[in-house]
């Protein structure tokens, strides 16, 4: 497997010298990648960046990151913040081609019990009030919050094969133009229906590629809270 680029991890309450400044990822432990569920992928959204993370839970972070197309890259593990004296690592760093920046921080659900949801809540609080301190946009995310989007976040797995196949076929600009012009004809279709279309010309396999490249690209839509079938709805989308 490929290292990860060497880290550049920001601690305390010091943000970078410049909100430009990207951040790099802080490469896994042994420890982790032993020890833990560990899963790698070549990100497009990242220019085909190996990304590592921990546990399903970061997964299907990272996942909706790379299929959210506001999105312009992310990075997982970019830095710390200090809280209590010790520093907390956060998840992921992301900028939207908007030019805003954020993170995001994974924290676990506190035991069922008041006293571990009040000292949860506490903790949760001083968090964002070092991220205000840090000038950091911070959101916290939660178990459950991502246990609710199952069906979102296997979708996305599906579909990660397919768009990294797109990026690397050197002839995919002939398919999305295939795509693209079925689709202003028929605004609302279907995998399915493109495929068929497309077949006397393409190899079905590369048109479902640019299919989900599209999807992945926000050209085209599809409900990710409906399980992936060829029957599922493709639409034009936000930039078409």
Same mark, same amino acid.
């Given at each position: !497997?490929?290292?990860l680029?060497?880290?550049s991890?920001t601690s305390?309450?010091?943000?970078?010298?410049?909100?430009k400044?990207?951040y790099?990822?802080r490469p896994?432990?042994?420890s982790?990648s032993?020890?833990l569920?560990?899963?790698y992928?070549q990100?497009p959204r990242?220019?085909?960046?190996l990304?590592a993370v921990?546990?399903?839970?970061r997964?299907? $972070? &990272?996942?909706d990151?790379?299929?959210?197309p506001s999105?312009?890259?992310y990075?997982?593990?970019?830095?710390t913040?200090?809280?209590?004296g010790?520093?907390v690592? $956060?998840c992921f760093?992301?900028s939207r081609k908007c030019?805003t920046?954020? /993170?995001i921080?994974?924290?676990?659900?506190a035991?069922?019990?008041?006293p571990?949801l009040?000292?949860?809540?506490?903790?949760?609080?001083?968090?964002m009030?070092a991220?205000q301190?840090?000038g950091?946009?911070?959101?916290?995310?939660?178990?459950q919050?991502i246990?609710?989007a199952r069906?979102?976040n296997?979708?996305?797995l599906?579909l990660?094969?397919?768009?990294?196949?797109?990026?690397?076929?050197?002839?995919i +600009?002939?398919? #999305?133009?295939?795509? !693209?012009t079925? !689709?202003?004809?028929h605004?609302? +279709?279907? /995998?399915?229906a #493109?495929e068929?279309?497309?077949?006397?010309?393409?190899?079905?396999?590369?048109?479902?590629s640019?299919?989900?490249?599209?999807?992945?690209?926000?050209?085209l839509?599809i409900?990710f809270?409906?399980?992936?079938?060829?029957s +599922?709805s493709?639409?034009?989308g &936000?930039?078409?």
């Amino acid at each position: !497997m490929a290292s990860l680029p060497h880290p550049s991890v920001t601690s305390s309450d010091t943000p970078p010298a410049s909100s430009k400044e990207a951040y790099t990822a802080r490469p896994l432990t042994p420890s982790e990648s032993t020890r833990l569920d560990a899963y790698y992928y070549q990100s497009p959204r990242n220019n085909q960046r190996l990304v590592a993370v921990v546990e399903p839970c970061r997964l299907a $972070l &990272a996942l909706d990151l790379e299929f959210d197309p506001s999105v312009a890259t992310y990075v997982e593990r970019p830095r710390t913040l200090l809280v209590r004296g010790r520093d907390v690592e $956060l998840c992921f760093w992301i900028s939207r081609k908007c030019g805003t920046e954020s /993170f995001i921080v994974f924290r676990r659900q506190a035991a069922a019990t008041v006293p571990a949801l009040r000292a949860e809540q506490q903790f949760c609080a001083e968090l964002m009030e070092a991220s205000q301190r840090a000038g950091l946009d911070l959101a916290i995310r939660k178990l459950q919050s991502i246990l609710a989007a199952r069906v979102a976040n296997a979708t996305r797995l599906e579909l990660l094969p397919y768009v990294q196949a797109a990026r690397r076929s050197r002839g995919i +600009s002939v398919f #999305i133009d295939a795509v !693209m012009t079925h !689709m202003r004809r028929h605004p609302v +279709s279907s /995998f399915h229906a #493109i495929e068929t279309s497309l077949r006397p010309t393409f190899d079905w396999r590369d048109i479902r590629s640019a299919t989900c490249l599209l999807v992945h690209r926000g050209d085209l839509a599809i409900n990710f809270n409906e399980r992936l079938r060829t029957s +599922s709805s493709v639409t034009l989308g &936000a930039n078409p």
